[in-house]
Structure formats: C-alpha cells, structure tokens
Nanobody
Framework: QVELVESGGGLAQAGDSLRLSCAFSGRPFTNYAMGWFRQTLGKEREFVAA????????YYGDPLKGRCTISRDNAKNTVYLQMNMLKPEDTAVYYC?????????????????WGQGAQVTVSS
C-alpha cells in the first residue's frame, strides 16, 4: 500500500517562501506521477502542480503559476513543492497525491493515493 507523508507546512508571512515535501513509500516511486493540490474549507480540492514519473515534465495550475516549482528526487522517493511570494490567499491545506495512470493530471480523480495534508497559513 502506498503511503504519502507531507511535511514543511506552517505559518508564513506574505512574500515568504516555503517548501513542502512529500515522502512516498510502499511501491516503486517511479511508477507514479505526482501532484500537489490544495483545499480550503468549503471549497473543492484545487490543482496546484504535477510532475511526470521521470521528473522531466512539470505542469502547473493557475493558483500558484509563476510562484511555485514542483520537483522530485527519485533516489529519495520524495516530491517537493517550492512556493515563493506567498499571499494570504494561498492559505490552505496542501495535499500530495500519487497517480499510476495519468501524467499531469489536474483533477483529484486522476490520482490513486493521497497524503494527510499539510496546513499552510500565510498572514498579511
């Protein structure tokens, strides 16, 4: 069974940077494309970024486009989300996801496994 564990969330001020990490275990990491989503109370889960199995292709959603970078280290079974120039509206729970069938999936249904989420709170 795949397990995903996010870390690196926390409190930031507007303009700060944060890097989220997601540790993957349970299956061969390179069999899975990876993604990051975020969600606030009462809203649907929103696509942030995705990366292919090799790490050679990255895809970005509108919320953080131009302000974030997704990457993966296949030797460490870890995917990262570097977020820069944070804004208060970036406050959300950020989820890491693993998908066996789609690359660059932008919808939650494209992913098979999810982490527990990491809270990011940005103050003005």
């Amino acid at each position: 069974q795949v397990e995903l564990v996010e870390s690196g969330g926390g409190l930031a001020q507007a303009g700060d940077s944060l890097r989220l990490s997601c540790a993957f275990s349970g299956r061969p990491f390179t069999n899975y494309a990876m993604g990051w989503f975020r969600q606030t109370l009462g809203k649907e889960r929103e696509f942030v970024a995705a990366i292919s199995r090799s790490g050679g292709n990255a895809y970005y959603g509108d919320p953080l486009k131009g302000r974030c970078t997704i990457s993966r280290d296949n030797a460490k079974n870890t995917v990262y989300l570097q977020m820069n120039m944070l804004k208060p509206e970036d406050t959300a729970v950020y989820y890491c996801a693993a998908g066996a069938y789609y690359t660059g999936g932008t919808k939650p249904v494209h992913y098979n496994y999810w982490g527990q989420g990491a809270q990011v709170t940005v103050s003005s």
